[in-house]
């Protein structure tokens, strides 16, 4: 049982790691979304999207230590830590409630700020598309069908001669 527990309180830790890389990554989009820099804000997207991918391994991989641990202790495969770590070894819960506990403190603050940076990403889409707007008034403006493809508008774009003079 030493072995599983030793491998799921590995798990957790690479996992508590991958969140704090998350949040990094997050603040660093932010922080280029701030001081407006373009070229580097396509970059963080791609590290982001890495990194998710990494999270999603590293969850899986929690997942099934803690599935094993469980069945090892007799619980139900899907059973909670809540009702987990009560079937630890005494000296080990308060190590896992921590990591636990701050594994989901992290989650939440990942969550957070994903959701900002939607926001602040959403509103700099929103102003482009005004400032767009305001130089090319008549056009319609770009649309996205279901495959992530421009829709082509039904009005022509006038030159630019046509809407300046």
């Not at 704090?20 to 580097?40: I, S, T, Y």
């Not at 701050?102 to 929103?126: F, G, I, K, P, T």
Request: with cysteine.
């Amino acid at each position: 049982m030493n072995e599983l527990l030793q491998h799921l309180i590995e798990a957790l830790r690479e996992e508590l790691k991958q969140y704090g890389e998350m949040l990094a990554l997050l603040d660093h989009q932010q922080e280029l979304v701030m001081h407006r820099q373009a070229p580097e804000l396509l970059q963080s997207v791609s590290a982001i999207n890495a990194q998710a991918e990494t999270l999603h391994a590293v969850r899986r991989e929690r997942e099934q230590r803690r599935r094993c641990f469980a069945l090892k202790v007799n619980a139900v495969e899907n059973a909670e830590f809540v009702v987990l770590i009560p079937l630890m070894p005494a000296d080990y819960r308060p190590l896992l409630q921590a990591l636990v506990q701050e594994n989901n403190e992290l989650l939440v603050r990942v969550q957070q700020r994903a959701r900002q940076n939607h926001l602040l990403l959403s509103r700099a889409v929103e102003l482009m598309q005004r400032f767009m707007s305001s130089l090319f008034p008549g056009a319609n403006p770009g649309t996205y069908n279901d495959d992530g493809h421009v829709l082509a508008g039904s009005v022509q774009p006038h030159a630019l001669y046509d809407a300046v003079g």
